[in-house]
């Protein structure tokens, strides 16, 4: 179980570490995690070699575009306001994705509320929620979790995949579904579009329809995407996933008039690729590389940690996110797991065993995410 009791050696809590994170704070944070005995037991190690390259790596100053924020539910903040902590970029705190409507533990928005507040106290500056009405979410229990809890969160919009789109979707253009996208964002102070996705490894015609109608939202509203892909780690599947199936969806949301810097192809990090090789060509054209599913059994996450390193030791820390996808009710702070911020406090330490500096990882967990997330608003 993840505890907020004192290091004794370096006197510090795990939110202190965070904190120290959020700063760039040196080799205090390798002091705190390398002494502490549990954490390490938990979290293991990288089943390779991995190696870091020497000298740091990005990190200079931070810097936005003119007028650009990051819109919450309750308010636009300006990105620089974010930088006390991590921004998990991909999360679930309302969702309901059951065949019969089965009530989701989410639907306890007082437990979601005490989640949040866990999570702020671990040190987490911000969560996007990655949910929309067709996965069930629902926008006044998000309300609700932010004011109460007083953890920014930002809502998304769009449609997941074909198994869940409405009946509309199929009746629509994507110039008119766009028109719908643009409409919600405004009304619903929606800071982001995601998770939009695909079900297996080609498109259905549908979900082609949504990325061209997602693209062309973004390219009226500077809203940033994030995406869901269906990689399958090592598993056998009947239908393979094709490595490039993000780059695909990079293909049809740039050609419609999406931007990559505010574009994160999601779930890479399901993707068995040790050499990173499909992240760096995500990255190579400017867009975010998403492992947003840290901590999930699709793959080992000491795998996971190499994929990282490679895509750092690349000269590509600058383009990956982390966040964890958040949905097993027994990872719950209430239930002795880790809560909303293991991404920070599970995750990020395997990275710094690893070899990962400090300054990379406050880079990727703080920097990244409110680059990504942070637009001009258009008229």
Known sequence: MMTTKLNRETGMTRRDAVGVLA???GGALAAWIGRDAELLAQVGGPSRSVTFPTGAVGQGAVTFPRGA???TLLKDVPPES???GPT???EHLSINLSADNTPHYTADVALMVEEARAAAKDGVACIV????PDMGRDLEALRRIAAESGLPVVASGGYYMQRT???VIATKTADQIADDLVKDAIAQRLGAYGEIGQQGGQLTADERKVFQAIGKAQARTGIPIFTHNAYTGRRQVQTPVPREAGLRQLDILEKEGGKPVNIAIGHVCCLDDPKAEIAIAIAKRGAFVGFDRVTLATMPDPDRVIMAMAMAEAGYADHLLLSSDFYSERALKKNGGP???QTATVFGPMLIKAGMSEGTLRQILVDNTR???AFTPKN
């Open 165 to 167: 789109y409405p009946p």
């Open 339 to 341: 809560g909303l911020a």
């Open 82 to 84: 974010l930088a006390g």
């Open 129 to 132: 929620d990655g949910g929309h």
């Open 23 to 25: 700063a760039g704070g």
């Open 371 to 373: 680059r990504f997330l």
């Open 88 to 90: 998990l970029f991909h």
């Open 69 to 71: 924020i990051i819109r």
